[in-house]
């Protein structure tokens, strides 16, 4: 797969992620919801940890939350550096398009959420009871490296209260599917999947 094809699936990416985050940000306030159909909504929260927001903080106790976000946004960018090295060595040597693009998948997904990290707290105010405003002049709600990022997109395939026979969680209520996710997201788990799928296929043997 060219180098130009795969620049190109990246800034697609990256384009739809980040101008749905922005149209959240500056029309959703914290917590509102829109409902799409039964079992999609359009539900926008922030997330300032890891996935389904665990935070560095709840393994090491120690270490303050904004030292820990701080670290998880330097490990995230160190992170990105190695990927995009992998994905122009894969290039270079013609690897298999699969690998090729799930590399840029997670390479697109991994620089979206960190453009969200380092930045949204300097360019957007906050959304608590409110619709946020972009560059606004009173300043953002943070400082660099201290952003949010945004998710927006929940589907509540099932809802309701689980038989009583079930150990442990019966009788109580669930919801599958409950975490809230964005296109960044969505992105490095489908090239994660690829690579696990398509295993044979990302890495031939000679």
């Not at 890891?50 to 995230?76: E, Q, Y």
């Not at 946020?132 to 927006?152: E, I, N, R, W």
């Not at 669930?174 to 960044?184: C, K, Q, R």
Request: net charge neutral; aromatic share 18%; no cysteine.
């Amino acid at each position: 797969m060219p180098l130009k094809k795969t620049v190109l699936l990246i800034v697609i990416i990256l384009l739809i992620d980040q101008v749905s985050k922005f149209y959240i940000k500056t029309h959703f306030a914290l917590q509102d919801s829109i409902e799409v159909f039964k079992w999609f909504k359009i539900y926008f929260i922030e997330n300032d940890g890891m996935a389904w927001g665990t935070k560095i903080s709840d393994f090491l106790p120690s270490l303050n939350d904004r030292a820990a976000k701080v670290a998880l946004t330097l490990f995230r960018m160190v992170a990105i550096f190695g990927i995009g090295y992998w994905l122009l060595e894969a290039t270079k040597k013609k690897s298999a398009k699969v690998l090729i693009v799930a590399i840029a998948l997670i390479f697109a997904g991994a620089l979206g959420n960190i453009i969200d990290s380092v930045f949204y707290g300097v360019l957007f105010n906050d959304s608590f009871g409110q619709v946020a405003t972009f560059l606004p002049q009173s300043g953002g709600y943070d400082s660099l490296l201290y952003g949010k990022v945004v998710d927006m997109l929940y589907f509540p395939l099932w809802s309701g209260y689980l038989p009583e026979w079930i150990p442990f969680v019966g009788g109580d209520y669930f919801t599958f599917f409950e975490p809230v996710f964005n296109i960044a997201d969505m992105a490095i788990s489908t090239g994660f999947l690829m690579l696990i799928i398509f295993n044979r296929k990302a890495f031939p043997k000679n």
